[in-house]
């Protein structure tokens, strides 16, 4: 099992930028992906951006591209977002998550979580 931890969520004006960071802590973190999920008032949690620990494989979705960008820092076995340009319907609650292997979009296949971090872009 993979523990993790977001942190640098926070409120910010449209246009503006925010990084999130994802502490991961347990089992091999090189056979893992972590991605990044949020979930707006009402919606479903939605996929931004995955990456896979050993490789560096990335993925986003499309409102996440040219604007979001996930890296990894294997010394500190830390995943980042950084998100720039930043728009009012990007404010939710952002997840950092965890499972084996490769990246997958839904998050019904994900087993570890965080506890999730406060983004909120004003107009």
């Known amino acids: 099992q993979v523990q993790l931890v977001e942190s640098g969520g926070g409120l910010v004006q449209a246009g503006g930028s925010l990084r999130l960071s994802c502490a991961a802590s347990?089992?091999?973190?090189?056979?893992?992906?972590i991605s990044w999920f949020r979930q707006a008032p009402g919606k479903e949690r939605e996929f931004v951006s995955g990456?896979?620990?050993?490789?560096?494989?990335?993925i986003y979705s499309d409102s996440a591209k040219g604007r979001f960008t996930i890296s990894r820092d294997n010394a500190k076995d830390t995943v980042y977002l950084q998100m720039n340009s930043l728009k009012p319907e990007d404010t939710g609650v952002y997840y950092c998550?965890?499972?084996?292997?490769?990246?997958?979009?839904?998050?019904?296949?994900?087993?570890?979580w965080g506890q999730g971090s406060q983004v909120t872009v004003s107009s």
């Open positions: 347990g089992r091999t973190l090189r056979i893992y992906a």
């Open positions: 998550a965890a499972r084996l292997f490769r990246i997958q979009t839904s998050q019904t296949d994900y087993g570890s």
């Open positions: 990456i896979m620990w050993s490789g560096g494989t990335t």
